[in-house]
């Protein structure tokens, strides 16, 4: 998919920036992308795997059941988390998923783009008529100790910068009053 066509089907992405990480491969689609499965394209049909159990209908509950079939759990928000991994499930306007993105260690998030290609962008990157609004966010624990410390890192950066733009707008507006 070229760069025009991924922001003609998604002009949020523009805005906030996306990168493309890796090029088309029809093996796996954004659903198991989310749960770290690059070996199977999942979904509720019975020509592709589905977690056993897990009732084959496309309605976010089915969904949210796949997931806890791998540890996910829900949780209030996509807020960067040292401790767990965080998946964002998007419905369209019928209440039906349409994708399922997985946020990375500083808080971007990483995205299969059906067939396509795998990108990191801002979780509002892909809001819209194609994929919807997150209807719901998922997390489990993070298992390897470099995931834990570099989330917790991201975590601490962001907390950080965002302190030094609180500084600097305070210093831009004593400034101006002066």
């Given at each position: 998919m070229t760069p025009q066509a991924?922001?003609?089907?998604?002009?949020?992405?523009?805005?906030?920036?996306?990168?493309?990480?890796?090029?088309?491969?029809?093996?796996?689609?954004?659903?198991?992308?989310?749960?770290?499965?690059?070996?199977?394209?999942?979904?509720p049909h019975p020509a592709y795997f589905w977690p056993p159990g897990v009732p084959q209908t496309p309605?976010?509950?089915?969904?949210?059941?796949?997931?806890?079939?791998?540890?996910?759990?829900p949780c209030l928000d996509g807020a960067l988390d040292a401790h767990c991994e965080k998946i964002a499930i998007?419905?369209?306007?019928?209440?039906?998923?349409?994708?399922?993105?997985?946020?990375?260690?500083?808080?971007?998030?990483?995205?299969?783009?059906?067939?396509e290609d795998d990108i990191t962008h801002h979780l509002d990157g892909l809001t819209g008529r194609v994929y919807g609004q997150v209807a719901q966010f998922m997390k489990r624990p993070r298992t390897h100790p470099v995931d834990r410390l570099v989330?917790?890192?991201?975590?601490?950066?962001?907390?950080?910068?965002?302190?030094?733009?609180?500084?600097s707008q305070c210093s831009h507006a004593h400034a101006a009053v002066q």
């Amino acid at each position: 998919m070229t760069p025009q066509a991924i922001e003609a089907a998604f002009p949020v992405l523009s805005r906030h920036g996306y990168r493309i990480t890796s090029r088309p491969s029809g093996q796996y689609n954004c659903y198991a992308w989310a749960a770290r499965d690059v070996l199977r394209w999942w979904e509720p049909h019975p020509a592709y795997f589905w977690p056993p159990g897990v009732p084959q209908t496309p309605t976010l509950a089915a969904f949210m059941q796949a997931y806890a079939s791998v540890g996910f759990v829900p949780c209030l928000d996509g807020a960067l988390d040292a401790h767990c991994e965080k998946i964002a499930i998007y419905i369209d306007r019928f209440g039906r998923p349409k994708h399922a993105a997985r946020q990375l260690r500083f808080g971007k998030w990483t995205s299969k783009l059906g067939r396509e290609d795998d990108i990191t962008h801002h979780l509002d990157g892909l809001t819209g008529r194609v994929y919807g609004q997150v209807a719901q966010f998922m997390k489990r624990p993070r298992t390897h100790p470099v995931d834990r410390l570099v989330a917790l890192l991201g975590t601490w950066w962001y907390r950080w910068t965002g302190a030094l733009a609180s500084l600097s707008q305070c210093s831009h507006a004593h400034a101006a009053v002066q």
